[in-house]
């Protein structure tokens, strides 16, 4: 079991953001990105998802108010972290987008352009106070949304998956990886097995921290 943040750590850049009624009318907290200020890793997902109000403990960003803290996706990119060596005093968790973007069937829609908009400055903000050496996004969304504030494209996300990219406006490297609810999907036709895939990413990590 990964080891679970320290509510504290809960880094609130602006309580009660009503940027996007959409959200706000579909979140029940704010997904804060959470950990050290001075972290050499940020690790930036797409945004908290509905989540599991009757969890112990792991319940989700929309209901414990930090980020990457749900019992699948949360659990998971912590506990990779951890066996590539990377303990909580070294990884800072964060969300493109801060609040459940809520779609027709009550589950996760994908943020809009003017979502992923409103809450760059948040994402920048973090960026500056941290300087980390590496972020590594998770999925294409996460992806798209960081590049975009670089000005790059993403033309094909599995094509970037482990590819380091320089961003100098950031004053960061971003390294794309797959999201860990769709990671076994796509492994294969990355050519890894489970084992080969996060030995890469150690080694990618070891070369960039």
């Given at each position: 079991m990964p080891t679970y943040p320290d509510p504290d750590s809960a880094n609130v850049l602006e309580p009660a953001c009503a940027?996007?009624?959409?959200?706000?009318?579909?979140?029940?907290?704010?997904?804060w990105g959470n950990g050290p200020t001075d972290a050499p890793i940020v690790v930036v997902g797409e945004a908290p998802g509905a989540g599991t109000p009757d969890a112990d403990r792991w319940r989700g960003g929309n209901w414990t108010g930090l980020a990457y803290t749900t019992r699948h996706s949360g659990r998971l990119i912590r506990d990779l972290f951890?066996?590539?060596?990377?303990?909580?005093?070294?990884?800072?968790?964060?969300?493109?987008?801060?609040?459940?973007?809520e779609g027709p069937d009550g589950s996760n829609?994908?943020?809009?352009?003017?979502?992923?908009?409103n809450c760059?400055?948040?994402?920048?903000?973090?960026?500056?106070q941290i300087e980390p050496a590496v972020v590594v996004t998770t999925g294409k969304h996460a992806t798209r949304t960081v590049l975009e504030e670089e000005g790059v494209e993403l033309d094909g996300f599995l094509d970037a998956v482990l590819d380091p990219i320089a961003c100098p406006t950031l004053g960061?490297?971003?390294?794309?990886v797959l999201h860990?609810?769709?990671?076994?999907?796509?492994?294969?036709?990355?050519?890894?097995?489970?084992?080969?895939y996060v030995a890469a990413i150690g080694e990618r990590l070891d070369a960039l921290v």
């Open positions: 940027r996007c009624p959409a959200l706000v009318e579909s979140r029940e907290r704010i997904s951890e066996a590539l060596g990377y303990g909580p005093d070294e990884v800072y968790y964060t969300n493109a987008v801060n609040c459940f973007p829609r994908e943020p809009t352009r003017e979502e992923r908009s760059a400055s948040h994402l920048r903000a973090e960026l500056r960061v490297t971003v390294l794309p860990p609810s769709y990671q076994n999907v796509w492994l294969a036709r990355l050519g890894y097995d489970r084992e080969s």
